[in-house]
């Protein structure tokens, strides 16, 4: 089996993580940034991670056999700050030009306030006039529709930004819908406890298809598990899907969307 980890916090992952994911076929892994499971405290804690997304954890990544690819922004959870926002938004041009940054991401809504919104806002404008890739975050439970959509509306409102540009993550049965429809990209996230399991995503293709839709484990400090993506293959291959279509759905797309960036390199000889 081959696949990728299009969504994956590596930084907060040992080395045997990646040692079992290259065993389990893993191709390519892409760490988008993300919240620390603590607010950061100055835009130099921002750019030290940034280095460690850009240079540090690739080498790491590299160890195993795997390209690692990052998206950079400051997070929805660490937007209230407006002044700090700011500070780390002037910082991210600087990195933008990495050989291994695909785009902005992960941003979006945490409790879909006023300063998130903000915040969204600005980080679309610096993907608009950089042409990068946009990487989502929508926010949890009772807040993810409503989120969704004001997400949608901000990416919408933007003349510059293509939906066939945007990958949606995290959505579940009531958002995937809206976001194929308006011609967004969709990630489902496998996680034990929230977000998906494999069996609802499995399902979820079934209603909906396997066009502009990947899965991701979205692994982090959390309860969360780096080989879910393999896993739901598995299922899949168990509820009689066939080769063709599981490869599509954990290889082949996330290769298509992400190879509209110039720096990501199809996996070979396989």
């Known amino acids: 089996m081959r696949y990728i980890e299009p969504h994956g916090h590596m930084v907060s992952r040992t080395t045997d993580d990646y040692r079992a994911m290259a065993m389990a076929g893993c191709q390519a892994v892409c760490e988008p940034a993300f919240w620390a499971g603590f607010d950061r405290s100055s835009a130099q804690g921002f750019y030290d991670y940034f280095c460690q997304l850009t240079q540090h954890e690739p080498r790491r990544a590299s160890i195993f056999g795997l390209p690692h690819y990052t998206w950079l922004c400051i997070n929805p959870k660490e937007s209230e700050d407006l002044a700090l926002a700011d500070e780390v938004l002037a910082i991210i041009p600087e990195f933008m030009d990495s050989p291994n940054v695909l785009g902005i991401g992960e941003i979006g809504l945490n409790k879909n306030s006023r300063n998130e919104m903000t915040v969204l806002e600005k980080h679309v404008d610096l993907a608009g006039s950089n042409d990068q890739l946009i990487l989502v975050h929508t926010p949890h439970l009772e807040d993810k529709r409503k989120g969704t959509r004001l997400i949608l509306d901000v990416l919408k409102s933007d003349s510059r930004i293509r939906p066939e540009r945007c990958i949606i993550d995290h959505v579940e049965e009531h958002t995937v819908g809206m976001v194929l429809d308006d011609g967004f990209w969709a990630?489902?996230?496998?996680?034990?406890?929230?977000?998906?399991?494999?069996?609802?995503?499995i399902d979820i293709l079934e209603v909906y298809?396997?066009?502009?839709?990947?899965?991701?484990?979205?692994?982090?400090?959390g309860i969360s598990v780096p080989l879910a993506v393999p896993q739901a293959a598995q299922e899949m291959k168990r509820r009689g899907n066939d080769a063709q279509y599981i490869d599509k759905v954990v290889y082949q797309n996330p290769i298509e969307f992400m190879s509209q960036s110039p720096r990501f390199i199809r996996p070979v000889g396989l």
């Open 209 to 221: 298809g396997n066009e502009r839709i990947w899965m991701n484990s979205a692994c982090d400090w």
């Open 187 to 201: 990630g489902m996230t496998l996680y034990p406890e929230t977000k998906c399991t494999a069996n609802r995503a």
